[in-house]
């Protein structure tokens, strides 16, 4: 299954991510993880997005895609990624679009976790982040559900930032959902509800998707 989780921040595609890339056997490839490792590191990469990232911008795209490009000939790929908080844009879209065809494996569907604005201010505020292993926490937990570590909040996750992030997404990011109905990819799902009733609104939606 070659898959993209597209939505709105908060809209919970970091904690469906986890699920599915497991149901499926598949990598989960956070772009916004991979930066936050290379931060953690401070790796020229990580100095070059710490700033724009803190401001809720985006990385330039061809940081990102050079970066996509190669995380996708790693040899967990072979069958199948799921794509998380990439692509952000309309270029980024056309670009992987291009990568896939080269290697003659398009997408098989792009899942968009639809959530009503007024949602999303309350559930990015409130949202805590694992300092050693990057996961979402559950919501009131004191440590990390999967590895004990430490929680945070992150630095884009303040109010000041996320209202950046919205108009961010609205102008940018909301675009690429055209773009993949056009294509014919897009499958939309209700993401408000529990998290178990999410995953299972997604997989059975990805079932009529060829695996
Ligand atoms: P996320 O963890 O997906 O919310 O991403 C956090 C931040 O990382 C974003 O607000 C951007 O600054 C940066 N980022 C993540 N993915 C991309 C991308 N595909 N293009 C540009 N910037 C990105």
Known sequence: MRLVLV????????TQAQFLAAHYGIPHISTGDIFRANIKENT??????????????????????????????WDDAVNGFLLDGYPRNVLQAEVLRAVLAEK???LDAVLELAIPNELIIGRLSSRR??????QPATPGAAVCGACGGELYQREDDREEVIAKRLDVYQ?????????????GLLITI??????????ERATSALARVKA
């Open 7 to 14: 939505g709105p921040p908060g809209a919970g595609k970091g």
């Open 190 to 199: 209700d993401a408000d509800g529990e998290i178990s009733e999410i995953t």
């Open 44 to 73: 020229p990469l990580g100095q070059e997005a710490k700033a724009i990232m803190e401001r809720g911008e985006l990385v330039p795209d061809s940081v990102t895609n050079a970066m996509v490009k190669d995380r996708l000939t």
């Open 104 to 106: 003659r494996t398009p």
């Open 171 to 183: 102008e940018q990011t909301a675009p690429i959902i055209h773009f993949y109905r056009t294509e």
């Open 129 to 134: 982040t694992c300092r050693a292993c990057g």
